[in-house]
């Protein structure tokens, strides 16, 4: 969405007295058709995870690596950046031109995905498959920008909706394919994918008229890039080099020094990523703690459930299911998470935002304990998920309200690009975590039950910490 501030918004060029895009007349069957082609382009970023995850375990054989935190973290790591950078470029430039600019990117990583011989190409896909991220944030400023008034609130809700049915509808396409295709069918599948709706988007969707002569920070997102690739790295190096070697105290080091840096840069930066000033406000901060440990538990569980079930029975633990099976036990805490979310959201309606977050933040942390201890059968397994999912769509629903509540009005805008942007790099540090915790029994080239169980345990950590922050928030009043 359109993060500039507002003494930017009067700079705005295509714009009535209000600030407003000026819209165009269209007839209510072209507007939907428009909703509906956005609903599509903005799949590519639930199915960047939701199709990849199921096939973790193929992927690390066909590589004969276990190792492959990075095929999820390039993708976190670099959509976090392009969320923040390609939402100002489609303010200044277009949001449909860089949504297609974002996912002919997008395209060309899958191809390379698609056809990698070696890991390092595939990883170097999914980073170029980061920018599909982006998609989201440009998606709703299009919605805002295009759709007559009356309409909006309903197309984003249909936006929602999308990105939440991708979490059913994407392992049960990766299942189809993965069996007759490997998992280089999955990335083919993206690919076709990408092509098809940005040509229906290119042709038949209007661009905004909207033009903000705003700044892009390409100083704060290459410190914070690098910063973070830095300390991922360390992190990533810690189970085969040790605590004390070169690589890690190196990574997490220069990693540590460009972060620090680039939070001096921020305060004085024209137009920053990130508010630093907000960060200091409790009701800020914590919400953003909260929500980088939220998406830190929900990109570990698509991870781990996944990888667990799909482990073979001989092992002790694990049921030997198929790809397509796999799609039944992440497809039960989508279904929960789908129906959760309209929950929180009545909940925060009767007992404010508040409630909805502790609420959300409690069902997740019961529902990682729960698969941490009793996993011995299918049965334990999918009431875990489906407990989990119940803390994912609550808490996710609830933590842009709490934002709504905690701030005035003049820095909405900039709130919310933080609570995606913390988000994303939530994800990032989870996947490579929680890879090291896996490792860190030392089961060789494949995966010890305890491993797993650390990891399930540092998800229902995340989920501790967020209900933690849920309860020091303090009242919120609503400030709309």
Known sequence: MDQASPRQ???????????????????????????????????????????????????????????????????????????????????????????????????????????????????????????????????????????????????????????????????????????????RGIFWFQFGYAIVVGLLVWRFVPESGLRARVGVDWIGAVLLGFGALAFLFGVGMIKSAGWSSVPVLGGIGAGAVLIAGWFRYERRAADPLVRIELLAQRRVGLPLLANGCVQFALVGNSMLVPMFVMSAPEGGFGFGASALEVAGFLAASGVSAMVAGPVSGLISRRFGPRAGMTFGASALVAGATLIAFAHDTATAVLLAQLVFGVGIGSASAALPNVLVHAVPADVQGVSGGML??????????????????????????????????????????????????????GPLRDRR
């Open 9 to 183: 918004r009067p700079a705005s060029t295509g714009s009535d007295a209000d600030g407003e895009s000026v819209r165009q007349d269209r007839s209510t069957a072209q507007n939907w058709a428009i909703v509906a082609l956005l609903v599509l382009l903005v799949e590519i970023t639930g199915l960047t995870y939701t199709m990849v995850t199921p096939a973790l375990s193929e992927i690390a054989a066909a590589y004969r690596s276990p190792d492959i935190s990075w095929i999820v973290t390039a993708v976190t790591l670099v959509g976090a950046i392009a969320f923040a950078v390609c939402g100002k470029l489609g303010d200044v430039h277009g949001k449909k031109a860089v949504a297609l600019v974002c996912s002919a990117v997008f395209a060309v990583g899958t191809a390379l995905c698609a056809t990698a011989p070696v890991l390092p190409l595939l990883i170097a896909g999914r980073a170029l498959q980061g920018f599909g991220l982006a998609v989201l944030s440009l998606a709703y400023g299009l919605v805002r920008d295009v759709l007559p008034k009356r309409l909006i609130p309903i197309a984003l809700g249909f936006i929602g909706t999308g990105m939440g049915a991708s979490a059913i509808i994407g392992p049960v396409i990766s299942g189809l394919l993965v069996e007759p295709f490997s998992f």
């Open 420 to 473: 995606n942007l913390v988000g994303s790099f939530g994800s990032s540090i989870g996947s490579q975590v929680l890879i090291v915790l896996l490792l860190l029994p030392g089961a060789g080239a494949h995966y010890a039950e305890t491993g797993f169980v650390l990891a399930f345990l540092a998800t229902a950590a995340c989920g501790a910490i967020a209900l933690t922050s849920a309860l020091l928030i």
